[in-house]
């Protein structure tokens, strides 16, 4: 789950501002039958949304309220024994370096998938819709890593990236690139290569937001500019790009919001390596979990979960003003 | 199909864009499929094609892969049907009924679209034993339709308000309620946005790692997400049996596979779908 | 009206589900988390067949499952389902199982690791003692035993180990050695980085040195390292005898980075996984395999030819002492504990696998002959059949003396620190990233912070 909303359009979220339904008419002076109307829809609509406000009711709100408790307790596993501990796990937290490292890679990874999606994405995108052949084929390769359990494409790839006997660096071998041959988990730098490459990987639903997109555009205008001498990056570039803007717009939403959910592309490919410089809040938080020695300290993880749920909250936020102000 | 009926075409109509369009396209799939091929080669190296019929065939660490992937699908089919009712309920509700509080609840609910499994697993851990509803598919159902939901609320709210008011207005005067107008009008109007919506909810219950591994303890109950780790093992550190994890990995991504294959028309409405304006 | 009736009945269903998922919400109390009391024992009927369910990480299961077999051999009325993780894994695996009341019967405990954060979901020994011979606790190694009582907060024994283990030693590939004109096993650093350039030049194809470049790892190659310049240091340096910044810990660092700088260590080998760098060296691609003493199996041939590993003659030794002036180290503890969940049906049957397993003779010519542990037996001994050449039965007989020298205690001290801030600092000491100095004042300055404190 902890992947999908890479898959969130929030350009849908654009409905959401239009004022919806007959009472909501910019009459400003509602006149009371209105009112009384809408308070007597109250047990109709209470009834449609009991099932979600049961499942939210318990898996969120009393979920926030139990984190808010045990992120103040000192706590282990089994939930017994807890001790009293203030804020000292928030303090704790929020002066690791190793969680602010955490935070800057999440928005730093989500950052570079944005990008590839609108540069590599967008090119793609469009090739793919003008009518190559073997389009099926093309569309399910570029989807493919996308869409297979992420533990699975993270463990292939972290396999790949292993610094001796890995496929990338045997490849690279092969092809005579022997010196592009990194130690993939153990250099920073080349961690971050990595990464990037891992992300570009997955860079499937942007594909997928510009290949439908691209159907309801009018791009006839191709034809006058072609008469005009244009050449195709021109086209590119100044035709379909601007063209396509909302698009853009669904593509970084989207990889925003949907990047506070990654967690296996991290933990099972680097697993946050080398030294923490590729954790991100996901990985951050599991590993504090299950540490690897000491025993699970589940407040101070309830702590960081708590910060990371702000701060989730807070994106999505964001995005909603985002789309109003595009309502 | 004429030549000019897409406008696109025109990007390639030289010769020079129409290789490069062709070469990145190729180069591109190359290196998309480079992950699959290498693996698929290292896990034939040692054992030979062999390999895929032994993992089939074995319990690894009492895991059986088939095993695995039926406990992916029960799950995966729990987590749609929850999601598509309750989605449909509320998606409904928040479109068609008009009550007072609606639009801040229809905002709270899209405020939690970001919400990360892994800053709920302490709660969702505790909730689940506390329902006893450890080593059961609902117990990994609830959570992963709880992550969903708000997104099949947008999903559905926003195809909702593509059904024109009048239909809704016209049924009410002849003297339907919500609940017959939910059944026979809104329903068979949201056929397409629910099978797209069950195509999402099938993809991203089958790769849910987190609360899958944390929820189901049992052999018997583990999934595919989960098997790519609890299997590993099982395997000895020798060549022909590294191989043989590597099948397993193979296998285990089969039926994802299949499900993009089969129904990736549906993946791709659902995503782009939903904010397309009618 | 007939279809307004069905749709109001179809919408009291959905209604009456959804209640009923918060009325079981509010009010379930069919499970709970953690903390159990002790499950109710099921009746024994005569000539009934029990299945026991055993968890564990190590030893693997090609050797374990010849203990089982002969253990099932001699009570036919007990089966064991055995379930193996990896040794990362488990500690995750278990605490959540045993806390979610999954109903296990006998779970092998990892004894400095995991003891603590398990404790409270199993029974203590003295619990399920009547079911073992009166006598037992002769039988079983006095200090061993009391490793595995003194690591719990409470000072409870809660497993009984089935032996001990020390880290970190190095195996080697006796062709590979010979082929690169090497004729005895390097005992100090300096031999090793010779023997790494021969290696080198005379086998390019060949790793040197390979060893796990997970995290935990780290920090026992360190120890060892460090141990050499002071047997007591990671003792002194837990328990806070010593400061993390003092002139031992520095020229520790100082060593560790120069076998990292001179090549003897490859960073490249830093990314593989444990299991990765045994099969490295169980497939001939490796000439030096640095491992804890549980790999120790590589060293009897039978193991090796029943598990497929294609190399013909395997040494060992300590690991090369680094630091001038020191001498061979490693640290060791009690390993292999195995205890009964509070949750177990089954504790009498469960308590007889245990004390076959680490208090019959039978039972441990299964699995120690695979050299997997010291066995905590008294008075055993393994069989030397087991090691057939002369580089395994010198390379055996060096690392049995080795832990027998008593050095600290091999993660006697669990913290967060060793986790959070040392195993990933010194991967960065190891590639050069940080200078020896700059390490040891960043680990007091973090140990000092009180941000970890001992478990």
Known sequence: ???????????????????????????????????????RALIPALIFLTPMLALYGVYYVYAFVFLGQTSRENVDLSFSGATAAGWRNF????????????????????????????????????????????????????????????????????????????????????????????????????????????????????????????????????????????????????????????????????????????????????????????????????????????????????????????????????????????? | MTAHANPLLRLRERKRDNVAVYGVLVIGAALWLFPLVSTVRQSVQFGGFHNYLTVLTTDYNGVNLIRAFSNSLLIAALTVLLTCGIGALAGYAFSKIDFPGRETLYHASLLLLAVPAVAIMVPVYWITGNLGLFNTPIGVSLPEVVLTLPFAILLLRNHADGIPDELIEAARIDGANHAMI??????????????????????????????????????????????????????????????????????????AIVIVVLGLRFITQGITAGGVKE | ??????????????????????????????????????????????????????????????????????????????????REFTNTSYQTELPLALGGGQALDIVGVQVAAMTNSVRKDLRPVSDWAADLPSNWQSQINPSMLSQAQKISQDNKLYDIPMGSIGSAFLYSNQALLAKAGITAEPTTSGQLAADVAKIKQAEPGVTPVTFSGESWWQDEVFFTVADQIDTKLSDELYTGKIAWNSPKMVQALTAYQKLFSSGTLSTGTLSLKEADADEAFNSGKAAFLLEGSWDSSVLSSAYRKANGIAVADVGASYFPVSAPGGSPAARTYAEGGLAIPKNSR???????????????????????????????????????????????????????????????????????????VLDNSLLQVARGQISPQAEAAKLQAAWASGRYPLQ
């Open chain 1, 1 to 39: 789950m902890s992947s999908n909303t890479h898959m969130v359009r929030p350009g849908a979220l654009l409905e959401a501002a239009r004022p919806a339904g007959p009472s909501a008419e910019p009459s400003r002076r509602r006149s009371a039958a209105v009112r009384r109307l809408r308070r």
């Open chain 1, 91 to 327: 303090q704790l937290v929020l002066t690791d370096p190793l969680f602010w490292k955490s935070i800057e890679n999440n928005l730093l990874f989500a950052a570079v998938q944005i990008v590839v999606a609108l540069t590599l994405g967008f090119f793609l995108g469009v090739s793919l819709s003008s009518g190559v052949r073997f389009r099926r084929f093309f569309y399910i390769a570029f989807l493919l890593p996308s869409l297979v359990p992420l533990s699975l494409f993270a463990t292939v790839f972290g396999q790949m990236i292993q610094t001796n006997g890995g496929a990338l660096n045997q490849a690279l071998h092969d092809v005579g690139l022997g010196a592009l041959a990194q130690d993939w988990t153990g250099n920073p730098a080349a961690a971050y290569v990595a990464v990037f490459i891992l992300l570009t990987y997955l860079i499937g639903l942007p594909i997928m937001y510009y290949t439908a997109d691209l159907t309801t555009v009018n791009t006839s205008v191709l034809e006058a500019a072609q008469i005009d001498g244009a050449s195709s990056g021109q086209m590119y570039r100044l035709i379909l790009f601007p063209m396509l803007r909302g698009t853009h717009k669904t593509v970084i939403l989207s990889v925003l919001l949907g990047s506070f959910r990654w967690f296996e592309l991290i933990y099972f490919s680097t697993n946050g390596q080398p030294s923490g410089g590729t954790s991100i809040a996901g990985t951050y938080i599991y590993g504090q979990m299950f540490p690897s020695t000491g025993s699970a300290q589940i407040g101070y993880a309830s702590a960081a979960s708590v910060i990371v749920l702000l701060i989730a909250i807070a994106v999505s936020g964001v995005n909603i003003l985002v789309q109003r102000r595009r309502g």
């Open chain 2, 182 to 255: 939910f059944r026979r009008v809104f329903l068979p109007l949201s056929r397409s946005a629910l099978i797209n919506l069950a195509a999402l909810c099938v993809v991203w219950s089958v790769q849910d790692f987190i609360f899958s591994s944390m929820l189901l303890t049992n052999a018997s109950s583990t999934t595919a997400a989960q098997a790519v780790q609890s299997i590993q093992a099982a395997f000895s550190p020798t060549p022909i049996e590294h191989s043989q994890y590597l099948a397993a990995l193979m296998l285990l991504a089969v039926p």
């Open chain 3, 1 to 82: 009206m007939d279809n307004e009736a069905r749709a109001r009945r179809w919408l009291a269903v959905a209604v009456a589900a959804a209640a009923m998922t918060v009325a079981v919400a509010a009010c379930g109390n069919s499970g709970g988390v953690g903390g159990s009391s002790g499950a109710a024992q099921a009746a024994a009927g005569s000539g009934q067949t029990v299945t026991l369910n055993y968890w564990t990480w190590f030893p693997a299961q090609s050797t374990l499952q010849k203990s089982i077999d002969a253990f099932e051999k001699a009570n036919p009325t007990i089966k064991i389902n055995l």
């Open chain 3, 346 to 420: 089954h504790v009498a049957q469960a308590a007889k696998f245990i004390q076959f397993m680490t208090m019959t003779q039978q039972g441990e010519s299964t699995w120690a002959p695979d050299l997997v542990l010291v066995p905590s037996l008294t008075g055993y001994t393994v069989p030397t059949s087991v090691l057939t050449s002369t580089a395994a039965q010198s390379g055996y007989a060096t690392i049995q003396r080795t832990i027998d020298a008593g050095g600290s205690g091999r993660g006697e001290y669990p913290t967060n620190f060793t986790s959070d």
